[in-house]
């Protein structure tokens, strides 16, 4: 086993991984790095623990969407900006659902 140190919302994390595994883990890293920041740059949310679940549920969502090999073959392949819109719009309608669920208090739980 490795330690691979990564930088995630400017704090660093020293993690074990599997020998060969560096590469992978340093994209999951700068995949989850990515999708906090952007949360946490869109102003809505502070604590980073309510950053951390939402990135973790956008990253699981994704996960769950069907793979572009199942799509028809027909449909052209949309533009990276194509892309960036729909994933703020699709966080922007995950920020709603989860403000309405929280209601005023703000609690998780």
Known sequence: MNQLEVRIMGQGYVLRCPDGGE????????RVDAAMCSIRDAGKIRARDR?????????AFELGEPVAAEAPAAAPAPAANDDAAADDATLAALLQRLDRALGEDGQLL
């Not at 590469?23 to 700068?30: G, N, Y």
């Not at 950053?51 to 990253?59: C, E, G």
């Open 51 to 59: 950053i951390a679940v939402l990135a973790a549920l956008n990253l």
């Open 23 to 30: 590469a992978r883990l340093t994209e999951a890293a700068q």
